[in-house]
């Protein structure tokens, strides 16, 4: 419930260079064009390509220089270079399942913390309102849809400011660093403050407008939990752009400090709040909204520390406006589009009945703490994924094993385990039924999430934004053709055709001619740059 991070894998592919796959190096073109590498200076370039180009520039003005043989005994030279780099793709090919995992947790460090602190407050959040009340626990899905995925729709944020922070790091300029996060500060804080006003005079009529009359008991349990939630939104939205300020200078222990802090006083709060004092899901909103404003004051404390005013404020000029909105204008599309399924697939299920409601409140929480252990994979996508998914060492396999892993753990908690989250029959008889799509969406979730991540470190944009609203207009018609003729059933079988169409489209793209995986291939690449020499 508190800070959440979707977009990590795009702005940090900017910066990304351990473990670079020479099948799959992002080059200079790949950065916007206001800040096109030309500018740079060659020293300051991603190390990877940097260190390459440098090589092969070098290697185009040795053969001018001087005679043919000594071209092909460079050529020897670079064919020795690439046995030892042949050999390490081996050798990631042959790891097992367990080992792979394993080195993908180490490379992305504590930044997994990110993303796991969001969905585990929430899970707690739900299982603590459901043993004290089933009105609550229905209640608490139609709030969270306004109150978090309305926040979604500011995710350009995050993207924006590592991006630009990122890019500015790259020429030095400390200068540039420090107006972008005053710019996107301001940017946020005014958001923040709209977003504050929005859900303060028209928070209990969007929630009576999405629950319908048929729930209108419910509707004071998640109006109240709806204004406490959104006082902390200028918070909220500030804490993003510090954070992602922080990840674009390589920095994920300060972020994770400061949400395993908020996690603490959430989890806290809700116990003695909820359970200790009785104030049900109106103790839950206080907790998270201390747990959110103490996140973000943490947050621009760490930037603090590194030299940075995180509390200088600037207006943005317009064409800096358009800059940050041209820049995350896809993946907006695209979170958009995600954010919109999912509303409507709450929305679907509140005509349903307070059980059905509260059913759905669970599993989509638990499916939540699942899915985001892919998250990990996206952010390493652009280092691991064209290994796994292309050419003579291909292991797509290994990646669609996790997925069954976790849709085998994600399953086994509601099915074993349901009395964590409510002691009410009529609830988990509910979540019984919905278990066999609910494996089948968890399960192709995480090969999902790494196939859109190398995508979005490709910066195919377009395509992700063009390919997920096709996804949210078909998947919206078949959710409403399923949920009308087999209830709750229909919208967890909806959800999964959503995912297994967002899985064959993404695969569909890295393995067509015009993927990146192609255009980025290391023969083609050195071929491109001899003809031009």
Same mark, same amino acid.
């Not at 804490?239 to 300020?245: D, F, L």
């Not at 943490?298 to 603090?304: E, Q």
């Not at 979540?431 to 979005?456: D, N």
């Not at 063009?466 to 959710?479: A, D, N, P, R």
């Given at each position: ?5 979707? =977009? ?8 990304? =260079? ?8 992002? =080059? ?78 180490? *490379? ?21 309102? +459901?043993?004290?009340? =089933? ?5 608490? +899905?139609?709030?969270? &849809? /306004? ?19 990122? $890019? ?8 540039? &660093?420090?107006?972008?996060?005053? /710019?996107?500060?301001? /940017?946020? #804080? ?50 993003? &752009? ?21 996690? *603490? ?11 200790? #004092?009785?104030?049900?899901?109106? +103790?839950?909103?206080?907790?998270? @909204? ?11 404390? $760490? ?21 940050? *909105?041209?820049?995350?204008?896809? !993946?907006?599309?695209? @979170? @958009? ?24 409140? !669970? ?45 085998? !753990? ?10 964590? *989250? ?22 192709? $979730? ?7 991540? $190398? ?31 087999? +209830? ?46």
């Amino acid at each position: 419930m508190a800070f959440k991070l979707k =977009s990590l894998p795009l702005p940090y592919s900017l910066y990304s =260079s351990p473990r670079q796959n020479p099948n799959f190096m992002l =080059s200079n073109h790949r950065l916007p064009r206001r800040f096109a590498a030309h500018s740079l200076p060659l020293s300051l370039c991603l190390s990877s390509t940097a260190s390459a180009s440098t090589f092969h520039r070098t290697a185009f003005v040795t053969a001018r220089a001087f005679q043919s043989d000594e071209l092909i005994n460079e050529g020897e030279e670079d064919r020795d270079e690439e046995m030892p780099r042949q050999g390490e793709k081996k050798e990631l090919a042959n790891q097992g399942i367990w080992r792979q995992m394993k080195d993908i947790v180490m *490379f992305t460090g504590p930044a997994t913390g990110l993303w796991i602190c969001a969905p585990l407050m929430s899970l707690i959040d739900t299982a603590v309102i +459901g043993q004290r009340s =089933s009105i609550e626990l229905a209640a608490l +899905g139609p709030a969270t &849809v /306004v109150c978090d995925y309305m926040s979604y729709v500011f995710m350009f944020l995050s993207i924006a400011t590592s991006n630009m922070v990122a $890019t500015a790091l790259a020429k030095q300029d400390k200068e540039e &660093v420090q107006h972008h996060i005053s /710019v996107l500060l301001f /940017v946020g #804080l005014s958001c923040g403050i709209a977003m504050l006003l929005f859900t303060r005079l028209f928070g209990a009529a969007i929630i009576t407008a999405f629950i319908g009359p048929k729930n209108a008991h419910i509707v004071p349990a998640a109006s109240s939990y709806v204004k406490i939630r959104g006082l902390a939104s200028p918070a909220l939205l500030v804490g993003w &752009v510090a954070q992602s300020a922080s990840l674009g200078m390589k920095d994920s222990w300060g972020p994770l400090k400061a949400l395993a802090a908020a996690s *603490f006083i959430n989890i806290s709060g809700c116990i003695i709040l909820c359970i200790c #004092l009785g104030y049900g899901i109106v +103790g839950a909103a206080w907790a998270t @909204m201390v747990s959110q404003v103490v996140a973000a004051c943490m947050m621009i404390h $760490t930037l603090n520390k590194k030299g940075y005013n995180a509390l200088a404020f600037s207006i943005p000029s317009g064409q800096e406006v358009l800059t940050i *909105f041209g820049l995350a204008a896809p !993946v907006f599309m695209t @979170m @958009m589009s995600k954010v919109a399924f999912y509303s409507l697939l709450i929305y679907f299920a509140t005509s349903m009945g307070t059980h059905t409601m509260a059913a759905h409140q !669970v599993m989509v929480q638990t499916y939540s703490m699942c899915t985001v252990w892919g998250e990990p994979l996206s952010q390493t996508a652009q280092s691991f994924m064209p290994e796994l998914i292309y050419g003579a060492n291909r292991s797509l396999s290994k990646v669609i094993i996790l997925g069954l892993l976790l849709g085998i !753990v994600g399953t086994s908690v509601p099915w074993l385990f349901p009395y964590i *989250f409510t002691p009410d029959r009529m609830i988990t008889q509910e979540m019984h039924k919905v278990l066999i799509p609910y494996f089948i969406a968890l399960a192709v $979730t995480p090969p999902t999430i790494s196939l859109e991540g $190398t995508l979005l470190a490709g910066r195919d944009l377009r395509y992700i934004s063009l390919s997920m609203t096709g996804c949210f207009c078909v998947g919206s018609l078949v959710l409403w053709a399923l949920s009308s003729r087999f +209830g709750l059933l229909g919208c967890w079988f909806s959800l999964a055709i959503f995912q297994w169409a967002r899985f064959s489209m993404a695969l569909l793209r890295l393995l067509s001619p015009k993927g990146i995986l192609y255009s980025e291939d290391t023969g083609q690449y050195e071929l491109l740059k001899l003809k031009t020499a």
